[in-house]
């Protein structure tokens, strides 16, 4: 007694589930990983005991560990940044001040200094809350 064989096998794997599964966990990780604006230097900012929230719309200065500022992504100097909010006369507005937990506390006094000359209504000073 002979079987017959078939030589030639379909052997196609049907990839579209696992196209699929690929394009649903992309999905998951887009819309479960955090989304926040870049800073434009990564600063730690130094820890506070006020649970107060600040508001996105005020304008943001950045200073790195070694004192530089920044501002509206561009590395200025302190008499840059003073010309600059000079130039917004007669508007009132909030600023944010980012400063990493490493930079002395005498160079963030005195861009507060600084910036207390020019028609800032509110100055914030960024910091995160402390881990209970």
Do not use: C
């Amino acid at each position: 007694m002979e079987f017959e064989y078939k030589t030639e096998k379909n052997e196609q794997i049907n990839l579209i589930p696992m196209v699929s599964v690929i394009f649903l966990l992309l999905i998951f990780f887009l819309a479960a990983g955090t989304i926040r604006s870049p800073a434009f230097w990564d600063n730690k900012p130094p820890v506070s005991e006020s649970n107060e929230r600040t508001e996105s719309k005020s304008l943001q200065i950045y200073m790195n560990q070694q004192g530089q500022i920044a501002f509206e992504k561009q590395t200025i100097s302190t008499n840059k940044l003073i010309s600059i909010l000079s130039k917004r006369q007669n508007t009132k507005f909030s600023l944010q001040v980012h400063a990493d937990k490493k930079v002395d506390s005498s160079k963030i006094i005195d861009l507060i200094n600084v910036l207390d000359k020019s028609l800032v209504s509110q100055l914030i000073v960024v910091t995160t809350t402390q881990a209970k």
